[in-house]
């Protein structure tokens, strides 16, 4: 089962409703139900200090990108973002963030 947490829902609230929809959707299915999907990657930025897997949504719809890692046995999506904003020094710290939030809890 896949677990949005909070701030990954504040992410998808930031998208059209269309595109939200069709983002939840791709999720559950690619993760939810194909989790062996081509289009995982595992990201591991020691410079920020952080490791976690990241699906890759790319379609005529979509250029989006869904950070998630396990965490106590959880499938936690930690953030959902557009290409153009996705891997940035900004964006991997607030990931770095949210995964040591989650960690302390």
């Known amino acids: 089962m896949v677990e949005i947490t909070s701030k990954a829902k504040e992410d998808l609230k930031e998208f059209e409703l269309e595109t939200r929809e069709g983002l939840l959707?791709?999720?559950?299915?690619?993760?939810d139900k194909?989790?062996?999907?081509?289009n995982i990657s595992y990201i591991n930025k020691p410079e920020f200090g952080i490791e976690f897997q990241r699906l890759k949504i790319k379609s005529e719809e979509f250029d989006h990108r869904v950070y998630f890692d396990y965490i106590n046995s959880e499938l936690l999506i930690?953030?959902?973002r557009h290409r153009d904003y996705a891997y940035s020094q900004e964006d991997l710290k607030e990931v770095e963030e949210r995964l040591n939030d989650l960690?302390?809890?």
């Open 25 to 31: 959707d791709e999720i559950e299915e690619r993760l």
């Open 34 to 38: 194909d989790r062996d999907n081509v």
């Open 78 to 80: 930690l953030a959902v």
């Open 103 to 105: 960690e302390r809890e």
